[in-house]
């Protein structure tokens, strides 16, 4: 099992920044890719970035590419999700999630957070 806690969502401005936390627990945390997901109202839960579980290699959505960047310390069993240059539809829940592999579908993840709200005021 792997536990998973995101913090630092919170209402920011447009143009803003935000940087999310995820502090996992439990296995070996550099076995597994985290990932980043957001789900705005009624809406299907979205990927956002993924990183390999060594650190280095990463993918993002084309919708956040350029303006949110996604790091870990595996020493600290920390995935980090910075955002800039926030715009009003980046609201939404943002999760963290750990699978085995660099996945950009939800369903492959094994372990999720309970989820952190970021809103974007215009």
């Known amino acids: 099992q792997v536990q998973l806690v995101e913090s630092g969502g919170g209402l920011v401005q447009a143009g803003g920044s935000l940087r999310l936390s995820c502090a996992a627990s439990?296995?070996?945390?550099?076995?597994?890719?985290m990932g980043w997901f957001r789900q705005a109202p009624g809406k299907a839960r979205d990927f956002v970035a993924t990183?390999?579980?060594?650190?280095?290699?990463?993918y993002y959505a084309d919708s956040v590419k350029g303006r949110f960047t996604i790091s870990r310390d595996n020493a600290k069993n920390t995935v980090y999700l910075q955002m800039n240059s926030l715009k009003p539809e980046d609201t939404a829940v943002y999760y963290c999630?750990?699978?085995?592999?660099?996945?950009?579908?939800?369903?492959?993840?094994?372990?999720w957070g309970q989820g952190t709200q970021v809103t974007v005021s215009s």
């Open positions: 439990g296995r070996t945390f550099s076995n597994y890719a």
């Open positions: 990183i390999r579980g060594s650190g280095g290699i990463t």
């Open positions: 999630a750990a699978a085995g592999g660099t996945y950009f579908s939800a369903h492959l993840y094994d372990y």
